[in-house]
């Protein structure tokens, strides 16, 4: 009796550190992200010469950009690692490097002080930080799938987008609150610093937790031969699920920026909407889709993962017209076409970890989701808010761009009917 209470209560407790280990790593990671979004100006002023204000935004905002092409490498480095030495590893390494970026940031010097090399230490830190979360997702999608009970891998995996968003959240109001508390002068003589040393404080706290986790019995049970086999021709064998990751992810993480990254920042702009309640319609609509989250997970455990896809990506293709007629000019619009789109949004970004990770078999698992999905999210994820932008105000044709992200929603939608179903899948084999 006392045994089995015990072994009951260490399965507790080992649930809870995955999750929480797996969770605050990855939440870290989208806070990094969401913060230099939140305080690109302030970087601007700070890290680039103040001659030419304009130029400094464009290159701080260009240096963002730099953090989405280096996520394909970070893809195949950190997944070579989760294949070779072990998802536990991978994870733990991914944080601290991001940990490492935000930290350089931190600290950086001025442009004032140093020159050119506050930007080029900038550009530094963006690279570290586009390798780490590069690595991020691919490594702890397949750590959570894997150590996930089959039955409840659909529900497991809501764990990274539900993170994800909590951490964007959390630096978006404390962009909001270091606003509201300090003076102009404060903020951009030392406050605009503060985020930046506060997720190098978390990213070392989720490495202490990461580095106490176990590793998983599908990469422990493989032989030394498997994990050492080349990775190359594995790829090359599984270049199928590699194409289906991409024709899967494009859809999603298009239309995904539009809603759930872009929106309050179009609609302040070009819809002249007021910044502040523009940011808690953002705000709204983001707890909406984590509560939509474990919803579409449940139900892909129980009716299988390519309903609930086809699910998320037609929903979100007929929808996109009418919640983009119906914003117009106040935030309740904001907040009710965000919400709307970022529920069908949900039913793909709930699965995806699970669906990925089931697509591969364990000596690839890591690096083939990483390479495809960094590819795709660099190309069109990377591109979606400049391509907005440029056929919206430059070109004058709004409208060409979403017809664009509904044809993606589309492609992936007949992705769906290429992929077996893998509902309840055993990942040991």
Not at 237 to 259: C, N
Not at 348 to 365: G, H, K, N, Q
Request: a positive charge; aromatic letters at 12%.
């Amino acid at each position: 009796m006392s045994i089995a209470v015990t072994k009951q209560q260490t399965g507790r407790v080992s649930t809870t550190k995955t999750i929480v280990g797996t969770g605050i790593g990855n939440a870290v990671e989208w806070y990094d992200w969401a913060i230099y979004a939140t305080f690109t100006p302030f970087i601007a002023s700070q890290l680039f010469s103040k001659a030419d204000p304009a130029s400094a935004v464009l290159s701080t905002l260009a240096i963002f950009a730099v953090g989405f092409v280096a996520r394909p490498f970070g893809g195949f480095v950190f997944g070579w690692i989760g294949d070779r030495m072990g998802r536990k590893t991978s994870m733990t390494l991914a944080v601290g490097l991001a940990s490492l970026g935000s930290l350089m940031i931190g600290i950086a010097p001025t442009f004032a002080s140093v020159g050119a090399w506050a930007s080029l230490m900038l550009l530094v830190a963006r690279l570290i930080q586009g390798l780490a979360h590069g690595g991020e997702l691919p490594s702890s999608q397949t750590y959570l799938s894997e150590m996930a009970p089959k039955e409840h891998r659909g529900f497991w995996s809501t764990l990274i987008y539900t993170s994800g968003t909590v951490g964007i959240l959390f630096g978006i109001l404390l962009g909001a609150v270091l606003n509201m508390s300090l003076t102009a002068e404060a903020m951009n003589a030392w406050g605009w610093r503060i985020p930046f040393l506060l997720g190098a404080a978390m990213g070392l706290y989720a490495l202490f937790m990461r580095a106490r986790l176990h590793e998983t019995e599908a990469f422990e049970g493989e032989s030394i031969t498997e994990k050492r086999a080349p990775i190359w021709p594995q790829i090359v064998r599984h270049r199928k699920q590699a194409l289906q990751v991409i024709g899967l992810t494009v859809g999603l993480t298009v239309i995904y920026y539009i809603w759930g990254v872009v929106a309050p920042s179009y609609a302040t702009t070009a819809l002249k909407i007021d910044r502040g309640e523009a940011l808690w319609a953002g705000v709204i609509a983001n707890i909406v889709f984590i509560a939509a989250l474990p919803f579409w997970g449940k139900l892909s455990d129980r009716i299988g993962r390519k309903k609930v896809l086809l699910s998320g990506a037609v929903g979100g293709a007929v929808m996109h017209f009418p919640m983009t007629w119906l914003l117009k000019d106040s935030a309740w619009q904001l907040a009710v076409s965000m919400s709307v789109m970022l529920v069908f949004i949900a039913a793909s970004a709930a699965i995806v970890p699970a669906v990925y990770a089931e697509l591969f078999p364990t000596s690839i698992r890591t690096v083939g989701v990483g390479v495809p999905y960094s590819i795709c999210v660099a190309v069109f994820g990377g591109t979606a808010p400049y391509l907005q932008q440029w056929l919206g105000t430059t070109m004058g044709m709004p409208q060409l761009f979403n017809i664009y992200a509904v044809v993606l929603l589309v492609v992936s939608a007949a992705f769906v009917f290429t992929i077996p179903e893998t509902k309840g899948k055993d990942l040991t084999h």
